[in-house]
């Protein structure tokens, strides 16, 4: 057994090198360095991996580590089996790691547009993030982005997903979640292995999400825990069209010919009826909080974050009610992968329509009326 990892261990080095040498000749000086920081992160997590059978069957791993990390197990279980999700040998390990994050995410958009800047990478295509393994580079990158006039959203990431590179571990970032947050976090990771469409973030993302949030109610069933999440789950797509509303109220004032002066104003205006807005609405949950962080930092770099995650997450549902199970709903959404973005986007923006219509058809809707907030006292 220890040859056998020290020899994955050297062949996953050996692979993070190659690449970073790969990219290194590709790209020029600013990216050069963050590739090498890229690599040497990902090579840190790598070589600290923990066998999670170890631990558990160890002496030294405390009570509360042992138990989420059976739980990890059981989730795992559960994605292969039911899920039907690709997961080999991803989170069957463990890290400790040095810092609170592995991750720390950059995100930015122009002033006056809600289409976030995009950067480009091998592999994995076109992404609307930039990460750093070290804070103090995404908060460099930040700054010099703001300098520049950009809307920028800096953010902590708990969990990645490799697309299957490597066998990504449970991280101490998100370990100790409780078992609703740490099930659907796998889920969508799990889910980035299965499809994943290069330089699509808004498919890709809206897409690990819908596994995950189509997966979480029968796996909490299958735990005795399927009341936990009902109230938070409604509250979550109350944030989600608010966070749609804003959208569209900023798009016409941004596509307008008006002066920048009056554009700016008006987009306060309308990002204060959002927090305004989500004040009235959450007034009446246990815990109006919940979404305060998020949404007092709401700009156009969060906004257009909002939409890569979650705008298209009704057409993947209305995708998996036409699928006869989740091998016939990955096929489907591969073979959408497969289109031109163009006639992908189209397909989707029906789908979606056809997941509202019905929705309102059924009587499933928030109880707060979202458009009617925000339009009070629109442009």
Known sequence: MYISIVALSFLARLRVWLLAGIL???????TAGYYLQAASGQLRILSARQPIEELLQGGNTSDSLQRQLQRVQQIRAYAAQELKLPVGQAYNSYVQLES????WNVLAAPEFSLSPKRWCYP?????S????????????KANSLRKRGY??????????STLGWFNDPVLSSFVNWPPERLAGLLFHELAHRRVYVPGDTRFNESFATAVSEIALPDWLRTQGLANSVEESKEQALAVRQLMSAARKELQPIYQSNRPDALKREQKQQVLTRLRRCY????????????????IEKTNNATLALAAEYESLVPAFRQLYRDSSGWPDFYNSAERLGKLDKENRKQHLLRLADEYRGENIKSGNAINFDVQACMHSGSF
């Open 100 to 103: 609170k994050y592995p991750i």
């Open 279 to 294: 004040w009235r609405m959450a007034a009446r949950w246990p815990y109006p909080a919940r979404y305060q962080a998020y």
């Open 129 to 140: 993030y930039r990460g750093y393994f070290r804070k103090s580079a995404a908060i460099a």
């Open 151 to 160: 809307d920028v959203y800096l953010g902590p990431v708990p969990a990645y």
């Open 123 to 127: 592999i994995a295509g076109c992404a």
């Open 24 to 30: 290194l000749t590709l790209y020029g000086c600013e």
